[in-house]
């Protein structure tokens, strides 16, 4: 068994198909195919069953892929591991975070991470937060900020940051003036909501769910910028995280009940083996929000 062996199977599996694989890999498909039925050989049956489309998992494969993960994980570390004891600072770490939250939060942290160290490179991936704890699980990225709809079983975290969520109103709104209110109190105003598959829908839905609510939407968007710019056009209110509360054309109350807030948290894999660069980039995070 070799390691290009496991390189080339993880490809495929990836992908699902050999040409992308082999394109990815930078090998010919023929030679990425020859090496695939080796290992299939050496490990007494096939890993894929070959279709038109590409390659689809066995149940022999689908047993091998996650020891696979491990192993190029382990050796990976090895790797870091041995340039960091030759004092060597060259390196990569992939990092994901939803991507409002890392307009606001990104900047200091990767200024600061630079500055720590110039020669690691950072690659940034921006999604929301049940998509970001895919990517984890799958091994696409090593450390995702995200906020608690993507925490799942299989992943650890910290928290490293709580922050208040505030109702968004229109600034000539009869509730415009008050500094706090009951989502009860607005439990009757037409609501703008964010799309399904965002992370800061469930945490919304949850919200009004504990206090015997269900908001009345009205619309429905994929970006927290165009959730207020509705809010400011008059349409509807709308909740949102603290951070993002500078739309001009919109009025912020703070919500007196239920609690509201949302909890940030640092997350990587259970089980995945932390590289020095990984290792220092968290610190770096948790240093900077703080």
Known sequence: ???????????????????????????????????????EDELGGPLFERTRKGGRLTARGAAFLPRVRTILEEMESAREDAK???????GKVSLGCMPTTGAHLLPPILTAFRRAYPKIQVHLKEESSPDLARDLEQGEIELAIMDEAGLRPGLD???????????????????AGKNSLSLKQAAEEPFILMKSGHGFRQITLDLYRKAGLEPKVVFESGGIETVQALVAAGLGISLVPQMVAKFPGVAYARVS??????????????????????????????????
């Open 1 to 39: 068994m070799e390691t290009h062996q496991l390189r080339y199977f993880l490809a495929v599996a990836q992908t699902g198909s050999f040409t992308q694989a082999a394109r990815q890999s930078n090998v010919s498909q023929p030679s990425l195919s020859i090496q695939i039925a080796k290992l």
């Open 84 to 90: 960091a004891q030759s004092g060597l600072t060259l």
């Open 157 to 175: 975290h910290q928290t490293v940051l709580a922050e208040e969520l505030l109702l968004a109103l229109p600034v000539r709104h009869p509730l």
């Open 257 to 290: 009940s239920p609690k509201a807030e949302r909890t940030l948290s640092l997350a990587w894999r259970r089980k995945a083996p932390l590289s020095p660069a990984v290792l220092a980039l968290k610190k770096v995070i948790t240093a900077t929000l703080k």
